[in-house]
């Protein structure tokens, strides 16, 4: 998978992408990082100049849509060479839908997604119209650019990248799989400030401890994401007790 990001701070994503699972991914082809700085577009040659003043006032800069717009046209002719298939193009911003675990694993399913990062106080309309794909929050509250959120649904994204992960099974069983957060987990030692590592796990009984662990992740989705666990609920509506016959 290749990611693309339009950014005015290229340094920022590669530094940050390069470490960990994502560097390690990167670095046995598994993925691949494409940070553009939207100045190199500008047509300021003289001072790189991507923002200006808001018609009708207000506080604030805007970023222009002509340096994304040929950002983005350069892009997406690397990518043409190789498919006929648009790009997808998410704009980071608080107005989008919400980042999740079933959106990361649709977009893991991609071969090349571009990321628009905003900066000052946003980015011309105009351009949004003619490349945005799709529009996509981390949460409701504002950063100051389009970056690190960027860089968080690339990490969600990566990781459910076949090969990425050395445990295929790791990202089955993590937080948010079939809308149940993940189950207490224990390592050595055995018992650490009179606190003592569950026996079931200690058991050898793996049918039994996949089903300690499933109710484990139950009662915390209950208690912690009551949402979560209204939508898990839901796809499992509890099965009605059998009648007892009468003698």
Same mark, same amino acid.
């Given at each position: ?8 701070? *290229?340094?920022? +994503? ?6 960990? +699972? ?15 700085? +939207? ?33 983005? @046209? ?53 351009? @949004? ?19 690190? *959120? ?9 990781? @459910? ?36 590592? *569950?026996? +079931? ?38 099965? *009605? ?7």
């Amino acid at each position: 998978m290749n990611f693309h990001i339009m950014t005015l701070f *290229p340094e920022m +994503i590669q530094q940050s992408l390069s470490n960990s +699972i994502t560097g390690r991914a990167s670095d046995k082809g598994y993925i691949s990082f494409n940070a553009v700085n +939207i100045r190199d577009y500008t047509n300021d040659y003289k001072h790189h100049k991507v923002d200006d003043y808001t018609y009708g006032g207000g506080a604030g800069m805007l970023m222009q849509a002509q340096p994304i717009y040929d950002c983005y @046209l350069s892009i997406k002719n690397k990518i043409s060479e190789k498919t006929d298939k648009k790009p997808r193009v998410i704009y980071v911003t608080p107005q989008g839908s919400v980042f999740n675990q079933k959106m990361a694993a649709e977009l893991a399913k991609e071969e090349d997604i571009i990321f628009l990062c905003g900066h000052y106080e946003g980015v011309d309309e105009r351009v @949004l119209e003619e490349i945005v794909t799709e529009y996509v929050s981390i949460g409701d509250y504002v950063l100051t650019g389009g970056e690190l *959120p960027a860089m968080v649904m690339i990490d969600a994204i990566s990781r @459910l990248v076949p090969g990425v992960l050395s445990n295929d099974e790791s990202a089955m069983t993590e937080s948010f799989n079939n809308n149940l957060l993940e189950y207490p987990q224990y390592s050595r030692p055995e018992e650490w400030m009179g606190k003592k590592v *569950p026996a +079931i796990l200690l058991s050898g009984d793996h049918k039994k401890v996949d089903e300690w662990r499933l109710e484990q992740s139950i009662i915390r989705t209950k208690e912690r994401r009551p949402d979560l666990y209204e939508k898990w609920l839901l796809e499992n509506p509890p099965k *009605p007790e059998k009648k007892k016959r009468k003698r």
